[in-house]
């Protein structure tokens, strides 16, 4: 039953070929990383519904291919989105320097001028390190991002880069809000604690 859904939200997740993206996704969707899963041929589509500061919404999480020849679908892809999640591997320095090129596609094809984005910086649990925190750190606060190194091998952050994003949007209700959404809905601005429950790894910012 989804008579207690508050609303229910696109998510896109975006980001170079190879940075996880969909080890992200399912780690936050099924609990399960898998080493050698392939790359994304076009969409991948899963639903999840997730409850933050007891209002409940579902998801409808979106991972497209990385690679230039699936951008035919980039248009029908950003329609409509609400939050996105920008990854970069901390251990691609290219990845990270491709996140410009990311965020004015972003800007091109998203219909929602308040879309909530959340830049994380994937595969911390690897050794081999090219872009450190504080750079990921410097490039979502130029660009009014939240912010999160993650790794989808360890669950690290995984959970808590998806219930910032979603906290963001519902506490932006003309991201969401319709004839159709129940009126007076009361939502605390927790952005300060939602920071401190993650164990001081999402920054606000």
Known sequence: MDDDVLTTLKILIIGESGVGKSSLLL??????????????IGVDFKVKTLTVDGNKAKL???DTAGQERFRTLTP?????????ILVYDVSSRNSFNRLEQWLSELETFSTKQDIVKMLVGNKIDKDKK????????????????????????????????????????????GLWESDSQP??????????AAVNSCAGYCSLV
């Open 60 to 62: 409808a999480i979106w």
């Open 183 to 192: 009126k007076g809905v009361s939502l605390t601005d927790t952005g300060s």
């Open 27 to 40: 780690r936050f969707t099924d609990d399960t990383f898998d080493p050698e899963i392939a790359a994304t």
């Open 76 to 84: 029908s892809y950003y329609r409509g989105a609400q939050g996105v």
């Open 130 to 173: 090219e872009v450190d925190r504080n750079e990921g750190l410097k490039f979502a606060r130029k660009h009014q991002m939240l912010f999160i190194e993650a790794s989808a091998k360890t669950r690290e952050g995984v959970q808590c880069a998806f219930e910032e994003l979603v906290e963001k949007i519902i506490q932006t209700p």
